[in-house]
Structure formats: structure tokens, C-alpha cells
């Protein structure tokens, strides 16, 4: 397969730390083939930006033009650009490439350099916001530079002032403030909140918004959206901070590596709100292992557990005209028909009423994080706090960061395969991204979706997952017997060859609202 190209179109830094040489970098670590194209040189060191030399407007076209028909970019990302003149030669070529075919573009708005130099002067400044802005796929300011950009205000309200120009997506690093946690703000038509990771002692941090800036674009360029790009690039710039001895004075540069991709210590988690701390996994033994059945009947589920099953969701839907009163009361008949001794019993959706019948393990969906209001946050977090075990669903790399904000029990990666149960705009996962979740996720990983024959199962076992869901196929009318999906599962698990992917595949096609 092609590595997809992508351009830089940048700064040359004398001293190797940050602009094209940190795109370089970053792009071999994302495995994409990088265009370096110099839209300015720079005099300077670890220390000290001492000069800028725009690249004249002639040159850098010709640089451009030079590409555009050999090696068109997927993803075109921005860093300094010099002046006005090189800023518009930069959105000509977006505009003439796009009427070709789709490129994304990713807009670092290098305005100061590290030392507290500013490299852009008012003007630039207009340009940027009235011109290039406006044309972004995805903006990655720091935090001095959004204030540059758009003026005071919290980290969100920026945000959202620079979405307000016309880019759907905006993610403002916040690796140069202090505290525990390094913390991104994201701010996607697919996902919003704090991008998070505890924070590196790294003496080696030169170029980490360049690194962040083109792992981003690398990711759109392999398909991803926004949010999952910004997941994917917080991963990258994390793994290259390092504590190694420094070539200069200064910072050196953070050097990024290709196997940040299967370290499941860099995974983020996402926030919807300002986190205090990073959450502590949960220990012990999977809390779920093995066929995991779903039904929306308690005597069903009664009847799986008979049949040998040891976990059993019940999903029972409230009517839209069932009133309070009734709704507490079938769902309180559902769970009393489906309670045994020993059986572990998953009550989906209905938390609250849950824990008021004494249900101890509840799965919610990413609808219903999102749902929770601020007491809801304090009251589920309470009750996990006294013993309440928590399933959370995943389908995306942003969904699977957000889930390890929670610090659950078990993350349910899906749909495996193609399903009927409910309308997705998701793609099916297949077994390598299922593998690449069991790595990754912060939490044991149950399989689910699309699962209709036991062989299939079979094969969600050997990915290594701790459970497989099966809904239909364990219907009373079902072709096979719950003892036949537990002979499948023994049998894909005594077979386990897990190969974990080089890279998991996008869920979600770009473009897709």
C-alpha cells in the first residue's frame, strides 16, 4: 500500500528542533511520505530564534507547483509562513488543488516562537483570520496563539470564536501550562473536551506543536476524522518526550517513534470537563469473561443464566407513552425475573433505577455519558466509588478516549461485523481493530456486533478479547444452543493468535456528520 503524502508547508529551522525538521520527523513516526516545502528560513538555536527569511513568494510557488501534479497531498499542514505574500500563495494552492479533489488542511498558526519572539506582525495576523482560517480543516493554536488570534478568554469560548471563522475543527494545545495533566481542548462537530495525558519531566520538548500539528494532518490523510486525528496526534507528540541529554543549550527536540501506535500507555483520555486527576484503572480479575448475552426479557435472561451463561445484559426500553409509575414498575418485574444467585446481571441504560433495585453493574452507551448532567456526574461517580461496576460502549478512537476517562469495568468494541440491531453510521470494526482495542483500551474489551454464528465468536475470542456478545443468536428460537456458543468460545480461546495491527482502521468515513 502507498503511504499517503502529505505537505508541510513551513519554517526551517537552523537548529533542528522545531518547523520542517519536526514535521519530518513526526511524519516518519505516522508512516506517511512528508513534502517538505520552506516558506521561510529561520537563524536559530535551542535558545533563540535570532532571524526570519520569508522564502520569496516566486520560490515558494514554484516549490508548490512543483508537487501539485506528481505528488498531490491527501493533507496539507501549515506552520510559519513568513509574511502576508507566502500565506496567500499557500491559500491559491488550496483552492486550485481542492477543485481537483478533496484536501484537508491542518493550520498551526505559528505566531511567536518558544522564546517569546513574535513572528507575526498585525497584518499576518488579519491574514491568517480572514484568509487561511477560514479554508482550515483543523486549527491547532496553543493557547498564546488563540489569545493572539481571537483575544482573552477561556480556553472553550476561543474555541469556539475560531470555529466562528469557518474551520469545523479546532484543538488548542496546552503542553506549555503547568500541572499534572497535559491538556488539549477539541472542539469537533464529533467530539468536544479535554484531550488529557499526565504530564512528561522531558528535557527534550522543542518542536512538540509542529510534531502535534503534522501527526494530525498524517491522520486525516489515512482517513480519520478530526477527532480521532487529534487522539492519534496527541499519542505521537507524547511518545517523543523524552529526558535523553540535549544537543544545545536549550530543549532538544522531542522525537517521536513509530511504535506509539500500540503503546497503551499513550492512549489520552477525553474529558467533558476539567479533570483534577488521572483516573486510576480498576484491578483484579475481568469483571466480564467469556459469552456475554444481551435480551430485552428477564425471564430470557433467567433462562441463559440456567443454561450456563455467567453475565447477561438486560436491555428493556421505556416507551415513549409509558408513563413513570409503570415504567419503574415493569423494569423492576424485568430484573426480579432475571436475578440469580452468582449471576452477574448488566442492566443497560436505566443506571438510577438500577441501583435503586439493587443492580450492582449497569452499561451505559456514549449517548448517555454525554446525557449526564452535573449531578448525574457526582451521583454515578458516588455509587462507583461504593462498588457499582460500569460497561461503556466504544466505536471510535475519540469514543475509546473518552470511555477511559471513565475508568470502567469493561469497554465493548463494536460492531465487530456489519449489524442489523441498530442503525450505525459507524463502520464495522473487524477483527484487527478488535485487536488493536485489546491492546489499547484501559479496561478488559468485550466484543459485540454482528455476531450471529458461533464461529464468529470463536473469532473474537482468539482476537484476545475477555467477552463476546451475542443477541439474536441466543433468542429463544435461535438456530444454536447456549452450549454451543460456549463450546465456540473455549474453542477461540484455546486457538488465540492475537496480531494487533500496525494501525487500526478508521470507524468513521470523513464527511461523515
Known amino acids: 500500500m ?10 526551517l529551522d537552523s537548529g533542528g528542533g522545531a518547523g520542517l525538521s519536526a514535521d519530518q520527523r513526526a511524519a516518519d513516526a505516522a508512516a506517511v511520505h512528508l513534502c517538505p516545502v520552506a516558506a521561510a528560513l529561520t537563524a536559530q538555536n535551542s535558545v533563540a530564534v535570532e532571524a526570519v527569511f520569508p522564502v520569496p513568494p516566486g520560490q515558494l510557488d514554484a516549490q508548490l507547483g512543483a508537487l501539485a501534479d506528481d505528488m498531490p497531498p491527501a493533507a496539507i499542514k501549515t506552520g510559519l509562513l513568513g509574511g502576508v505574500e507566502q500565506l496567500r500563495v499557500v491559500t491559491r494552492w488550496v483552492d486550485r488543488l481542492r477543485e481537483r479533489a478533496p484536501v484537508a488542511l491542518v493550520v498551526d498558526p505559528v505566531l511567536r516562537a518558544s522564546t517569546g519572539a513574535s513572528l507575526a506582525d498585525e497584518a499576518l495576523l488579519r491574514a491568517y483570520r480572514e484568509e487561511l482560517l477560514p479554508r482550515a480543516t483543523v486549527a491547532t493554536p496553543n493557547q498564546r496563539e488563540a489569545t493572539r488570534l481571537v483575544g482573552e478568554g477561556c480556553t472553550r469560548e476561543q474555541a469556539r470564536m475560531l470555529q466562528g471563522l469557518g474551520m469545523a475543527s479546532v484543538c488548542i494545545t496546552g503542553g506549555d501550562a503547568g500541572g499534572a495533566l497535559a491538556l488539549d481542548w477539541l472542539a469537533s462537530p464529533h467530539a468536544k473536551g479535554w484531550l488529557a495525558l499526565p504530564r512528561r519531566d522531558a528535557r527534550n520538548h522543542h518542536g512538540t506543536g509542529c510534531c502535534f500539528a503534522t501527526a494530525l494532518a498524517a491522520a486525516l490523510a489515512r482517513g480519520f476524522v478530526a477527532a480521532d486525528a487529534a487522539v492519534l496526534a496527541k499519542m505521537l507528540t507524547t511518545s517523543g518526550l523524552h529526558a535523553r541529554a540535549t544537543p544545545g543549550a536549550g530543549a532538544g527536540p522531542a522525537r517521536p517513534w513509530g511504535g506509539f501506535i500500540t503503546d497503551p500507555g499513550l492512549l489520552p483520555a477525553l474529558f467533558d470537563v476539567l479533570p483534577a486527576c488521572w483516573p486510576a484503572r480498576r484491578g483484579g480479575p475481568p469483571a466480564v469473561e467469556g459469552l456475554y448475552g444481551i435480551t430485552d426479557s428477564g425471564a430470557r435472561a433467567a433462562g441463559l443464566f440456567d443454561a450456563g451463561l455467567r453475565t447477561v445484559q438486560l436491555r428493556v426500553k421505556r416507551t415513549t407513552s409509558e408513563g413513570d409509575t409503570a415504567w419503574q414498575a415493569r423494569l423492576r418485574a424485568q430484573i426480579e425475573a432475571a436475578r440469580r444467585p452468582g449471576a452477574t446481571l448488566v442492566v443497560n441504560d436505566h443506571w438510577r433505577e438500577a441501583l435503586a433495585l439493587g443492580v450492582d453493574f449497569v452499561h451505559l452507551g456514549q449517548e448517555d455519558l454525554l446525557a449526564l448532567s452535573t449531578v448525574d456526574r457526582r451521583d454515578l461517580a458516588e455509587a462507583r466509588a461504593r462498588g457499582l461496576r460500569l460497561g461503556i460502549s466504544s466505536h471510535s478512537l475519540w469514543e475509546l478516549a473518552r470511555t477511559a476517562a471513565w475508568a470502567p469495568d469493561y469497554v465493548a468494541c463494536g460492531p465487530v461485523w ?23 483500551a484501559p479496561a478488559p474489551v468485550v466484543g459485540i456486533g454482528g455476531v450471529l454464528v458461533p464461529a464468529q465468536l470463536a ?46 482502521e478508521p470507524a468513521l468515513a470523513a464527511g461523515v456528520a
Open 2 to 11: 502507498t503511504s499517503p503524502v502529505i505537505w508541510s508547508i513551513a519554517g
Open 418 to 440: 456489519p449489524t442489523l440491531t441498530k442503525d450505525m453510521p459507524w463502520r464495522p470494526q473487524g477483527l484487527g481493530n478488535l485487536a488493536w482495542w485489546v491492546a489499547m
Open 459 to 504: 473469532e473474537v475470542a482468539a482476537c484476545g478479547a475477555a467477552a463476546g456478545c451475542v443477541v439474536r443468536g441466543l433468542a429463544r428460537t435461535a438456530a444454536h444452543a447456549p452450549r454451543t456458543w460456549q463450546d465456540a468460545w473455549r474453542r477461540g480461546r484455546s486457538a488465540a493468535s492475537v496480531n494487533v495491527p500496525a494501525w487500526p
